[in-house]
C-alpha cells in the first residue's frame, strides 16, 4: 500500500518558521516527483512547491523566497522548510507524489499550518 504520512503542522506567529515532512511508502522513491500542495478555507487547492526526481524544483509565486522544497532518497522523505510565515499561509497543507500516469499519483491525509498572533 503506498502511505505518505505528513508531520510538522502547528500553530505559528506571523514571521516564524515550520518545517513539514513527508514519509513515503510503498513507491519507489527516487523515481517520484514529489509536491507539496495546500487549501485554504473556501479557496481550490493549489501547487505550493515541486521537486523531480532529478532534483529540479518549481514554485507558486506566493512563496518564492520564503518556502524550499527538498528530498532525502535515503529516508524516502520530502520536507517542506517554511519562513517569513504570513497569515495568508494558512491551510491545510498536503503532501504529493506523482509517477507520471494518473495511476501513480498518491495523496497525504494533510497536515494543518495555522499563522496567527
Known amino acids: 500500500q503506498v502511505q505518505l504520512v505528513e508531520s510538522g503542522g502547528g500553530l505559528v506567529q506571523p514571521g516564524g518558521s515550520l518545517r513539514l515532512s513527508c514519509a513515503a511508502s510503498g513507491i519507489i522513491f527516487r523515481f517520484y516527483v514529489m509536491g507539496w500542495y495546500r487549501q485554504a478555507p473556501g479557496q481550490q487547492r493549489e501547487l505550493v512547491a515541486r521537486?523531480?526526481?532529478?532534483?529540479?524544483?518549481n514554485y507558486a509565486d506566493a512563496v518564492k523566497g520564503r518556502f524550499t522544497i527538498s528530498r532525502d532518497n535515503a529516508k524516502n522523505t520530502v520536507y517542506l522548510q517554511m519562513n517569513s510565515l504570513k497569515p495568508e499561509d494558512t491551510a491545510v497543507y498536503y503532501c504529493?507524489?506523482?509517477?507520471?500516469?494518473?495511476?501513480?499519483?498518491?495523496w497525504g491525509q494533510g497536515t494543518q499550518v495555522t499563522v496567527s498572533s
Open positions: 521537486i523531480t526526481s532529478g532534483g529540479k524544483l
Open positions: 504529493n507524489a506523482d509517477g507520471g500516469i494518473p495511476t501513480l499519483v498518491s
